[in-house]
């Protein structure tokens, strides 16, 4: 716990994906099926690909409430109470020593790859407040465990700004968050290092479009060997969700003409905010096609085998073929 009051002294390059990893994973009850947040995400997928369905449907359908949950939110204990608001402090107190590190030290550098990964899991957790609203009791128990308006918004803007000084904000990177499309193409780019590290995870559900892990170059060396266009792409990420939250959400605002960011009102909506959204992939053609077959379909969220309780957090999915061109549908 020293990096708290010594970033520096914490190896930000080696272990900061790890510690993000942890961190949230503690926050998800380290596997309970019955964690409020754990509950509140595979409702929001579950939400969010029923309204997917039915905007790519040829036919119009009445979206049917969701029944991802199999029950209540787990109940409160007192001791489970204390381990959630401690991981919460952790998480949080872990993202603002980071987002504290004067900008252009090798420590800033370092610890760019675990801000890129919090700022993803921020976003999924912003689109889970959204979802919850029409379910009263689970928008409780978010909120009550962890909720957006606990985030210190002027800290983290005030870190986007610094960020934005070293790696400008270009058109075409407002222009992906201002549409939600993903940064590159799967042709395009290659995966960063860490993106192995979330990839399958519950939280990260939405975060990369098909075909992102289907690269040619051996998985090892993506995994291992950074390259100056590593280090351009990982800067690019914060950046990428920090607009993605300005233009979806009241918590952060952006001004293009100034190329800078701000805190927002927070607790009130944004009346210049677009409606908060996933990203935007060819998987809702998948769908689709689903619903156009058969309109009767419902779709669930893929389930973690019984085996391991920890693997809860994860949604399996399997490694995809080198070259395909779309993704299999998951598994129920």
């Not at 914490?10 to 926050?27: E, H, M, P």
């Not at 000084?165 to 960063?192: I, M, N, S």
């Not at 993506?222 to 990428?240: C, I, Q």
Request: aromatic share 8%.
């Amino acid at each position: 716990m020293s990096f708290l009051q010594q970033p520096g002294a914490f190896s930000w390059r080696n272990c900061g994906v790890s510690l993000a990893v942890a961190n949230i994973s503690a926050l998800l009850g380290n596997g309970s099926d019955t964690n409020s947040l754990r509950v509140a995400l595979d409702f929001t997928i579950q939400r969010i690909n029923e309204q997917t369905m039915l905007l790519h449907s040829t036919t119009h359908h009445v979206v049917p409430q969701s029944k991802i949950r199999a029950g209540a939110p787990e109940a409160k204990s007192e001791e489970n109470c204390r381990l959630l608001q401690v991981s919460k402090r952790m998480t949080l107190n872990a993202f603002y020593t980071a987002m504290r590190c004067p900008s252009g030290i090798a420590t800033f550098q370092d610890s760019l790859a675990f801000v890129g990964v919090m700022f993803c899991f921020i976003h999924i957790l912003c689109l889970a407040k959204r979802e919850t609203q029409i379910d009263p009791e689970l928008s409780m128990s978010l909120c009550l465990l962890f909720g957006p308006d606990e985030i210190k918004w002027a800290l983290v803007a005030g870190y986007l700004n610094g960020l934005a000084q070293l790696r400008p904000v270009t058109d075409h990177l407002a222009q992906c968050a201002q549409q939600g499309l993903w940064l590159k193409k799967p042709e395009e780019g290659e995966p960063l290092p860490e993106d192995f590290s979330i990839r399958g995870l519950v939280w990260a559900y939405f975060a990369f479009c098909p075909g992102w892990f289907d690269s040619n170059e051996d998985e090892d060396l993506l995994r291992n060997v950074e390259t100056s266009g590593t280090h351009e792409a990982r800067a690019d990420r914060p950046l990428y969700y920090g607009l993605r939250l300005a233009f979806e959400t009241p918590y952060l605002s952006y001004d293009a003409t100034s190329a800078t960011f701000s805190a927002g009102s927070g607790m009130t909506t944004s009346s210049t905010a677009q409606a908060l959204q996933p990203l935007r992939t060819d998987i809702a053609d998948l769908q689709a096609q689903l619903v156009a077959s058969n309109p009767n379909a419902q779709y669930s969220p893929p389930s973690a085998p019984a085996s391991s309780a920890s693997d809860s957090d994860y949604v399996h999915v399997k490694r995809p073929a080198k070259r395909v061109q779309t993704a299999s549908s998951p598994k129920t």
